[in-house]
């Protein structure tokens, strides 16, 4: 299952009750945030709100708002699926050589898709049906006002290209985006993601490469735009990322105004540059910590063209309190990132990043433990692993624990963990948008390792075993259940 464009998916979703159109007039600011927060809280499905105060662009919001809908924006059945084919492609990319000719064999077919799902540019696409580069103006698309502290109405569901200035590789992420004019966008590069690290170079480079080139591109294929919210390891490319998930190449095309290739079936691009000597105050803005983050300086975009389609849907989403449309990018990040982990770390099994906990704040792993302080060693493991140096809480339990079952980790914790034995604090690299830090973007960082302890741990005693009814039991009780006449 891999969709063409935005419109493909929508005709999915539509066909299956998944998209529900709005042909009442609502407004951009507030109002459409306030609708869909009941309707992602509930569970809902995607909304197409067909007419929208003071505009003609509908606007479609909620895309991801399930996991049912987030793997099937992703080709798979279910986001453990998507776990065991990135699993397969990293064997790949690692060239990890195949045991044994059957082995190779089996390869072949996934060796060709690599060689198919990078992108190839082409000459004329659907996101230049309409180009404007005299006077273009932000004022035509209904860009939200979502919460009502906010700084002003932001893009939200991008794709935000930039270059490096030395290699020219891009980086393609999602990042927020402040209206400041109908001509000026407000950057949101984290300095913790590529594209703050293509700012510092191009400033660093000086000269002509102070201006760099940027494009924001709004409602490509579903694929693709997750791929922009993935933190793929360094030197992945995020649309051949985007490729291996829809199994066939993203097509690209040149932008009209800048160096940047975008895809080719977006239905909105905005094409621009950002000096290197020009910060503006960016913010607050409700995000998905939900709390308001506070007014910091961050890069300017100047818009010099806007291209489209002929009539473009305009993509976004909304976040806040969770749980809301992130949540499910979040959960198929974690499917992503279990993979990444066991790379390095082949001992986990599992882990859960709880929505409540804002992604990566909160971090639960279990590992099949075989020596004295293998929890520690995996708690450092993550916290060297890219973003996963931002988690400010990892629990490690047993490998068989269910991580995805609170309720059993919380049992692990309260009955397994001393305190002052096994509490390990840490300084680091935290969230920008963490507040509850008294330093920005750094602070202390807590492992708890609920793992059954062996002696060289500190712990003497004998290890008590779980209570575990016998299986002969079990087998015989749930074979004459219906004898019982017990109804649950």
Not at 54 to 82: K, Q, T
Request: glycine residues 8%; charged residues 25%; contains cysteine.
């Amino acid at each position: 299952m891999a969709f063409h464009d935005l419109r493909e998916f929508l005709a999915f979703l539509e066909k299956r009750g998944q998209l529900q159109r709005i042909s009442a007039p609502v407004s951009a600011d507030l109002e459409i945030t306030e609708i869909t927060d009941r309707v992602s809280k509930a569970g809902g499905p995607a909304l197409f709100f067909e007419r929208v105060r003071g505009h003609e662009m509908p606007v479609v919001i909620n895309l991801f708002g399930s996991e049912e809908r987030m793997a099937w924006a992703l080709g798979v059945n279910d986001l453990d699926e998507l776990g065991d084919r990135v699993k397969k492609w990293l064997d790949l990319v690692q060239n990890r050589p195949p045991d044994g000719l059957l082995e190779k064999a089996k390869l072949l077919p996934e060796l060709a898709e690599l060689a198919r799902i990078g992108p190839h540019t082409v000459g004329h696409a659907p996101c230049q049906e309409v180009v404007v580069t005299e006077t273009p103006s932000l004022a035509r698309i209904p860009i939200l006002t979502c919460w009502p502290q906010d700084g002003g109405r932001y893009l939200t569901l991008t794709m935000c290209h930039s270059k490096d200035p030395e290699t020219g590789k891009r980086n393609i992420g999602m990042y927020r985006c402040q209206v400041y004019d109908e001509r000026t966008l407000g950057m949101h590069w984290q300095i913790h993601k590529g594209g703050a690290a293509h700012f510092r170079e191009a400033a660093r480079a000086g000269g002509a490469k102070k201006r760099m080139e940027v494009a924001v591109v709004i409602g490509a294929d579903p694929a693709s735009i997750y791929a922009a919210s993935a933190p793929l390891p360094p030197g992945i490319d995020e649309l051949l990322f985007s490729g291996f998930l829809r199994r066939k190449s993203v097509e690209v095309v040149p932008c009209k105004t800048v160096d940047v290739k975008v895809p080719a079936q977006a239905e909105i691009v905005i094409e621009g540059y950002v000096d290197t000597d020009e910060l503006r105050p960016e913010g607050p803005f409700g995000d998905h910590t939900g709390h308001y983050t506070p007014v910091e300086p961050y890069p300017v975009m100047h818009v010099t063209a806007i291209t489209s389609r002929r009539a473009p849907i305009y993509a976004t989403t909304i976040v806040g309190k969770p749980p809301m449309e992130d949540a499910y990018l979040g959960k198929a990040t974690e499917r992503f990132f279990l993979q990444l982990l066991r790379v390095v770390l082949p001992e986990i099994v599992d882990i859960n990043m709880p929505i409540e906990g804002g992604f990566h704040n909160i971090v639960i792993v279990s590992i099949r433990k075989r020596y004295p302080g293998q929890a520690k060693k995996v708690m450092a493991g993550i916290w060297g692993m890219m973003l996963m140096m931002l988690s400010k809480f990892i629990i490690v339990v047993d490998e068989q624990v269910d991580v995805q079952n609170m309720r059993e980790v919380l049992f692990r914790v309260g009955n397994n963990v001393d305190p002052k034995r096994d509490t390990l604090l840490v300084d680091g690299p935290l969230d920008a948008l963490d507040h509850s830090s008294p330093y920005e973007k750094y602070g202390w960082k807590m492992g708890l390792d609920a793992t059954a302890k062996f002696p060289e741990e500190g712990h003497p005693r004998p290890w008590p075993d779980d209570i575990e009814m016998s299986p002969e039991i079990k087998a015989l009780v749930t074979e004459r259940w219906a004898e019982y006449g017990i109804r649950l």
